[in-house]
């Protein structure tokens, strides 16, 4: 008997081998198995041809090649890298080839990522893109002291801030899933003090003030950032860093001044939260305080020379550089594909950009998710804030990590429920279902034969190329303001 397979069931049945290379590549296996060259779990992968990537040939492979460089220092001054953790060595092993070769133009630099890197495709298991946001470096005014100016005090990480099993002042602190705060009189550890606690003075004699600013929107700004550039009285410029946070989860003020009605959803932007908190300082600290959340800093320089210093430990290239999910590696190459409004907030354009993982942040979640670095200042901040948009990702994996010996011994799935059997046949452009030996219900019957017409199977519309072109995407008036999220470099807790 001849089957006629129908057009829905191809594209599923493509799409389930996908999703299935994705989940054996990222299933446990033993540790330091050779066979097991990445963990990213929930994600599914698609090997692609440099071909399919749109806009891969007309980037700018040596800007991208001048970011990658720096990630290769920083895999360089490691020394060793993780044994369970292939794919972290087959990027030092890139990089140590790579060692005195300096690519001269940008089809030099495209033939070295072509032929040291295979591009796949990633995405959340079902999904077909992710999430992009953006972040730049504040830079605000600032004193050495307080005085009536210069008022609200920028702190660094507090003595009495712990993590539970782990020395107190430790480096390394994390950004998630650790028990954060200070011990009591009894020596027990309790919550640490929240956002209104510490702005009502609950860190006074500690003398852990760095510099004060003018305004809580400063502090606000450079905390959601991670990063930020202090102007003192005497133009000494002050560059600070994410170094810790109080353990709470961040919540989004420009949500709360929506819902309590304080600013009309229409007109939340940066300047009309500014000029409402001006307006009424007292029902302005109270919404402040609904967001518990509270970041400590490090002071990185005294220069307006370079960048600010991300996760990895190099500095950041705007344009270049992204904060991922930690569950990649440092130095992994991204293309990125979306439209995204960078030239101006009405109209929306192709990103088809090569950038390098560099970042991470708390609220950067997924296997498909990034926050794209855009440089310091009013110019970067509002290419930024406009950033809230999906986008398609594509990561750059060593060609020495075999994906199908990866998974060749994985466990195969469980056998699929036996489903009556249909045949689907089209008769004068309509979709008919005949039924063959079974009792399958009509609604199930009209389903398969819409679907075999055309249709998508699964709950989301669909929306052609062009036609998502064409729509504008909804407008970030202050990201991490008008969206439940934080964006911060160096591991923050908002980010």
């Not at 307006?304 to 270049?320: H, I």
Request: aromatic share 8%; hydrophobic share 40%.
């Amino acid at each position: 008997m001849n089957f006629r397979v129908p057009r829905f069931a191809k594209t599923s049945a493509y799409r389930i081998v996908a999703s299935l290379v994705g989940a054996m590549l990222c299933s446990p296996a033993s540790a330091g198995s050779a066979e097991e060259p990445l963990k990213v779990a929930g994600s599914q992968l698609e090997p692609i041809k440099w071909t399919e990537l749109a806009g891969w040939s007309a980037d700018d492979h040596l800007a991208a090649f001048a970011a990658y460089q720096a990630s290769c220092q920083a895999l360089h001054k490691m020394g060793r890298t993780d044994e369970h953790k292939p794919l972290q060595t087959a990027l030092l092993k890139i990089c140590r080839r790579l060692s005195g070769l300096s690519p001269q133009d940008a089809q030099a630099a495209r033939t070295f990522f072509e032929e040291n890197f295979q591009p796949v495709r990633i995405a959340r298991l079902g999904e077909h893109q992710g999430l992009l946001t953006g972040y730049f470096e504040p830079i605000v005014q600032g004193s050495r002291f307080p005085n009536p100016e210069f008022h609200v005090p920028l702190y660094r990480r507090p003595p009495d801030l712990v993590v539970a099993g782990r020395k107190p002042g430790s480096d390394a602190f994390p950004n998630k899933g650790a028990m954060i705060g200070r011990r009591d009189g009894n020596g027990q550890l309790v919550p640490y003090y929240d956002r209104a606690a510490i702005e009502a003075g609950a860190l006074d004699g500690q003398k852990v003030e760095i510099c004060w600013l003018k305004d809580p929107l400063d502090l606000l700004a450079i905390q959601i950032e991670g990063s930020g550039r202090v102007i003192l009285e005497d133009g000494t410029p002050l560059r600070i860093n994410y170094d810790s946070h109080n353990g709470y989860s961040f919540s989004s003020l420009s949500r709360a001044l929506i819902e309590h009605q304080r600013i009309p959803r229409e007109e939340i932007s940066p300047q009309r939260i500014r000029e409402w908190m001006t307006a009424h300082p007292d029902e302005a600290a109270k919404e402040r305080a609904a967001n518990r959340s509270y970041v400590f800093f490090r002071v990185t320089g005294l220069s307006n020379d370079g960048e600010p210093v991300g996760a990895q430990g190099v500095p950041l290239t705007p344009g270049r550089s992204i904060a991922v999910d930690r569950l990649h590696d440092y130095g992994t190459p991204f293309f990125i594909e979306a439209n995204l409004a960078i030239e101006s907030a009405n109209r929306v354009s192709p990103f088809h950009r090569l950038m390098i993982a560099q970042d991470t942040g708390s609220a950067i979640v997924g296997p498909a998710r990034a926050d794209l670095y855009w440089g310091a200042g009013d110019d970067a901040a509002r290419i930024a804030n406009r950033i809230h948009n999906p986008g398609r990702f594509v990561m750059l994996l060593p060609r020495e990590l075999d994906m199908i010996a990866a998974g060749k011994n994985m466990p195969l799935p469980l056998p699929k429920p036996k489903i009556p059997e249909v045949e689907v046949r089209n008769e004068n452009g309509r979709g008919n279902a005949a039924f063959a030996k079974s009792k399958l219900d009509p609604r199930a019957a009209a389903a398969y034969a819409r679907a075999s017409t055309g249709a998508h199977i699964d709950s989301k519309p669909s929306v052609s190329r062009s036609a998502a072109r064409s729509v504008p995407v909804s407008k970030q008036t202050m990201r991490a303001w008008a969206f439940p999220h934080q964006v911060v470099p160096q591991i923050s807790a908002g980010r």
